[in-house]
């Protein structure tokens, strides 16, 4: 029963559960090798490829992770059965957060055997993309759920994305906003700060998906205005 | 199963959808008649477990909806036909009644596909179980609606509005289906479409903004009408007293059907009511006062 569901779910979480997260690594990796390939430096080629974990994969599992939560085609009748609805959508969102995990891992295994690696080494490498997806897919999956609208939600997650990319020293100079620092690794390297940002992201994302999962289990709040 | 409501009531807001509804519910297929927003589907989410009231008490076979372990109780046993099920376009009939099995707790996959099997040839979709269901027209969808709703064999079928936008012959198959499914389970059939009620439910009740207006056998809502349903044959404009329920032209005139406590015209005769004139009769409020 459990590997059927599980297949269900999966399928149910559509396509770009499966196919987002690589999309963002490969994308990452083809500019990387195309900036070598075309005399970049070796420098200009890590740090490409430290984005495609930390600033790429994140906005990507984000966008399917309000997918999943918004679209639902028979939300009623999930609410009327004994399994419950949050651990139905939680499946889902565990089945993108399995091959973001797995994918991130063997990539970030790959880049250390091409002698690329940069960043932080042993179980602290986890921290690179777990933190700022865990923050940015909680907040999208937040958003979603509050709103009920996928543009919303997407808007909101572009907004931020783009915003720490435009303001970063904004971000990293403000003792307030440098835990919410999506990109700290790739742009000031995982020196003093490094963790306690990590921290922050990592807290932050639990109370996000934390919240998400209270508001999902208010049903006024998941079905369309009453007809009554 | 047995279905007790005492004084369930519903807010969302400053909007009151449910006012002290109170409620028996026994055996066989009953009726819940209501004009649009007079509540229906919320009394059938609160029944489903799919909304909490904001207060009163529903007991349902035994157990208090009010209550989580209550709810999960009944939605065990529970079978639900919500007014818009919306389908999975990217899968089969069996691969959807597969995935609901689970949900509703179907382990054994051999018992599950055999149900599936079953209940897809019950609605008549054993022939088309293997085509993606966005090519399914709207009465195919309702049928595969019913086919879930029935996966575990439940004691219990909450239909909301089974028969909107269904053409005269699927609303007929799917009225005699539920009809079917109605001797060996409670069948609450919610729906604004009085014939629906009339062709399949002994006991019905009656909500209107919030409240039940009426509750008890078919019989005794169309005995409302008695004395108050007048036909009036004329060539003329429809009479404008009471409320004209019908009127058929032929070649004599338009027979008009009345419901007036009155008689809306001079040669106006009394004529034996049908149920919707019973509940066109009870929404008036007229008082079936006796003429004659």
């Known amino acids: 029963m459990r590997l059927t569901i599980w297949l269900h779910e999966a399928r149910r979480a559509g396509p770009a559960a499966l196919l987002a997260p690589p999309a963002a690594l490969l994308f990452a990796a083809a500019i990387a090798i195309f900036i070598r390939a075309t005399d970049g430096s070796r420098d200009q080629a890590q740090t490409l490829l430290l984005a495609g974990l930390e600033a790429i994969t994140p906005l990507a599992v984000a966008m399917v992770a309000l997918t999943i939560v918004t679209r639902e085609n028979c939300r009623e009748l999930h609410l009327s059965l004994p399994t419950p609805h949050l651990a139905t959508i939680g499946r889902r969102l565990g089945v993108l957060g399995a091959v973001t995990a797995v994918l991130c891992l063997a990539h970030t295994a790959a880049v250390a055997v091409a002698g690329y690696r940069t960043g932080p080494g042993g179980v602290a490498s986890l921290l690179v993309w777990a933190a700022p997806t865990l923050w940015l897919a909680g907040f999208a999956a937040l958003v979603a759920t509050v709103t009920r609208s996928a543009v919303l939600a997407s808007s909101a997650v572009a907004l931020v994305w783009i915003g720490e990319q435009v303001w970063a020293s904004v971000f990293v100079g403000s003792p307030l906003l440098r835990p919410l620092f999506l990109f700290f690794t790739s742009r000031v390297g995982d020196g003093p700060g490094w963790a306690a940002n990590r921290v922050g992201l990592l807290a932050g994302g639990l109370l996000l998906l934390t919240v998400t999962a209270a508001v999902l289990s208010r049903p006024e709040r998941l079905l369309s205005e009453e007809d009554a | ?292």
């Not at chain 2, 609160?46 to 009163?56: D, H, K, Q, R």
């Not at chain 2, 002994?202 to 409240?211: C, W």
């Not at chain 2, 149920?275 to 009870?282: F, H, I, N, S, T």
């Open chain 2, 1 to 292: 199963m047995h279905i007790e409501i005492a004084d369930l009531r519903r807010r969302f807001g400053r909007v009151t959808a449910l006012d002290g509804v109170d409620l028996t519910v026994t055996g066989g297929m009953f009726g819940l008649l209501g004009t649009n927003g007079a509540g229906k589907t919320t009394l059938m989410r609160i029944l489903a477990g799919v909304l909490p009231a904001t207060s009163g008490r529903v007991i349902a076979g035994g157990h208090d909806l009010s209550t989580r372990a209550g709810r999960v109780a009944v939605q065990r046993r529970l079978g639900y036909l919500p007014q818009d099920l919306g389908l999975y376009p990217d899968l089969t009939p069996t691969e959807f009644l597969d995935y609901v099995g689970l949900l509703k707790g179907l382990d054994d996959r051999a018992a599950r596909r055999r149900q599936a099997g079953e209940l897809l040839d019950l609605v008549g979709l054993s022939d088309v179980a293997g085509r993606k269901l966005k090519g399914f027209s709207g009465g195919m969808r309702r049928r595969v609606g019913i086919a879930q709703a029935l996966l575990g064999d439940p004691a219990l079928l909450i239909v909301d509005e089974p028969t909107v936008g269904l053409d005269p012959e699927e609303r007929i198959r799917f009225r005699t289906l539920l009809s079917s499914l109605a001797d060996a389970r409670t069948v609450l059939l919610s729906t604004h479409i009085v014939e629906d009620v009339a062709q399949t439910c002994r006991q019905t009740a009656v909500l209107a903004a919030g409240r039940v207006l009426f509750t008890g056998a078919v019989t005794d809502l169309t005995a409302r009408a008695e004395g108050v349903t007048w036909e009036i044959v004329t060539p003329g404009p429809p009479p404008t007293d009471g409320v004209v329920v019908s009127a058929i032209a032929r070649a004599d005139g338009t027979h008009y059907r009345v419901v007036s406590p009155r008689p809306p015209a001079p040669d106006a005769v009394l004529v034996t009511p049908s149920l919707e004139e019973g509940y066109v009769a009870l929404m008036r409020s007229s008082v079936p006062t006796p003429v004659g």
